[in-house]
């Protein structure tokens, strides 16, 4: 069993042969002890990481955000928060990525912004490739539909619309459709 006092390397040694719940659950009661802000860390990750490769993906982005906010150095941090968004994408929570992605922002200089701004982008066309393998029409158009309210080059918003265009076809949105079509012939 986990206790106070013990270091990373006892605690993996203690997990290592366990199943993923009782990690899970060793953890659990482990990060409610009074830990110091590595150890913290560690367990938001241990947890994080557990709990995305079992599914539980809500669980998963509060841990990471949980390790971000014990982080010491701002490249952490917005390391962290940036895993919580991707995970926030995955679950459609759109409103929370917005959340998040202001608490990296408010941590990086005017290159990382930048990087925070490619890699959000990178994250929702990535969900929205994997929604569309899934024949999950519905969400891929809502995260094309968000993805046209991001600062985009003209031809990164060119082929969204193009594929935002099939979508509603295939949805039979056709309003939409229509819309989105006289909006590409005006250009705008």
Do not use: P
């Amino acid at each position: 069993m986990l206790h106070k006092g013990m270091s990373k390397s006892q605690v993996e040694e203690e997990l290592k042969d366990k199943g993923d719940f009782v990690k899970i659950d060793y953890l659990t009661k482990f990060l409610r002890e009074e830990l110091s802000l590595d150890l913290k860390k560690f367990v938001c990750l241990k947890l994080g990481e557990l709990y995305e490769k079992t599914g539980m993906i809500d669980n998963a982005s509060k841990m990471f955000d949980n390790a971000a906010g014990v982080s010491v150095a701002y490249s952490e941090k917005i390391k962290w928060y940036l895993k919580e968004a991707e995970l926030c994408i995955r679950t459609g929570n759109f409103e929370k990525v917005d959340e998040v992605v202001k608490k990296a922002m408010n941590q990086a200089n005017a290159s990382q912004k930048a990087e925070i701004f490619f890699q959000i982008k990178r994250f929702y066309l990535r969900q929205a490739e994997i929604y569309e393998m899934e024949v999950m029409r519905n969400k891929a158009s809502k995260i094309y539909e968000k993805l046209l309210k991001m600062r985009l080059s003209s031809h990164e918003e060119k082929e969204i619309k193009e594929k935002l265009t099939l979508l509603y076809e295939k949805l039979g949105k056709f309003k939409e459709k229509e819309l989105l079509d006289y909006s590409r012939k005006k250009g705008f």
